[in-house]
């Protein structure tokens, strides 16, 4: 394996995206760009609440659990709801469990969810697509408010954005301040991108640990950062250049060569669903010690999986997940290489649960 800063974990700075992938038609979305995902989750809930009396504010029970804290900080009325995040086109009624005076948040499962029918006299729903950015219900959603972050798709250092396909409350302006602080927050990502860049073009760096304690620090400071900050012309400009960036193109192509490869097994399910483009290579385990081996052996080959909210406690026996990235920054040999070091472990451990 030449790729000697593996595959997955956070992005590597790209100088400007490549005009063969660029989308085929421009955005049509009305969006406001933010530093953050969390930051336009806020600014949604700030709009509702400023126009009438949220009662509750429903989350699916499997979420991103640090999100869903950060969120906890400003708004207490949280409330769960039952969801299954492998049942993709689960039919949620909202309405068996919320009022029209309720916020339902509805997750984008992977990209591979069919968002639900939205009646009249219904709860304000808000959809989050930041693990389906591009896809369709993404793209042509009826929610009144839509919002991503989009560091998880694409190459930049922060951002995140929100549009509203169905409006319903007027539009408020939050109060956004300039914050020297956030501001470095931004430029350490960027360093440490920059580094990662450095390591990988350079055939004598050995070391990996000149950016990695650099990409911990930032996730730590968005962690406690509850205000609005301001954009700066240059960041926003560094965001945007990226938005008609096509990551769904490349992902395809890659996930249809681990498909056709990787061999079937009584060990992992390959989440996936016909006509969609999942967000990456989806693997669900039942067996929990088999689950944290694979992992292992994955790093050990240089494959950095994600762990996509272990945390959350859902009451089916295939539960614990891993993700595997496939996006733009890989080639085919690549993908021989996940399809080849998962056979390998396969083949090591044969044996049924």
Request: aromatic share 14%.
């Amino acid at each position: 394996m030449k790729r000697k800063e593996g595959i997955g974990s956070y992005f590597h700075l790209e100088s400007k995206p490549e005009k063969n992938l660029n989308l085929s038609k421009k955005l049509n979305l009305d969006y406001t760009v933010f530093y953050t995902g969390r930051h336009a989750l806020l600014h949604i809930l700030n709009e509702i609440s400023a126009s009438k009396k949220i009662s509750k504010i429903w989350f699916p029970n499997y979420y991103c659990q640090h999100t869903l804290g950060w969120i906890k900080h400003t708004y207490k009325n949280i409330e769960t709801y039952n969801t299954n995040p492998f049942e993709f086109s689960e039919n949620i009624e909202i309405t068996t469990f919320a009022t029209p005076n309720d916020v339902v948040l509805i997750n984008n499962y992977w990209g591979l969810s069919t968002m639900p029918q939205y009646q009249t006299n219904r709860p304000i729903v808000i959809e989050d697509h930041s693990h389906g950015w591009l896809s369709n219900p993404c793209l042509n959603s009826k929610a009144n408010y839509c919002f991503v972050s989009l560091r998880k798709s694409l190459p930049i250092p922060l951002g995140g954005i929100y549009w509203t396909p169905n409006p319903i409350v007027p539009k408020i302006n939050n109060l956004f301040k300039a914050d020297e602080n956030f501001y470095k927050t931004w430029d350490l990502m960027q360093e440490a991108m920059a580094l990662k860049t450095k390591f990988i073009n350079d055939c004598k760096a050995t070391d990996n640990q000149t950016f990695l304690p650099k990409f911990y620090e930032v996730e730590e400071a968005l962690n406690h950062n509850y205000t609005f900050t301001k954009l700066l012309k240059n960041h926003g400009d560094f965001i945007e250049s990226f938005l008609n960036f096509d990551v769904k193109k490349i992902k395809q192509e890659n996930l249809g060569l681990l498909y056709s490869k990787i061999k079937a097994n009584p060990h992992f399910k390959i989440v996936k669903r016909e006509g969609y483009t999942a967000f990456g290579l989806l693997l669900l385990f039942k067996n929990k010690t088999k689950y944290n081996a694979l992992k292992t052996y994955l790093v050990d080959n240089n494959i950095y999986p994600s762990s996509l909210w272990p945390d959350n406690n859902i009451p089916y026996k295939w539960q614990h997940f891993l993700n595997i990235h496939v996006d733009f920054r890989y080639t085919t040999a690549d993908m021989e290489h996940i399809a080849s070091t998962l056979n390998k472990w396969l083949a090591i451990n044969f044996l049924e649960d």
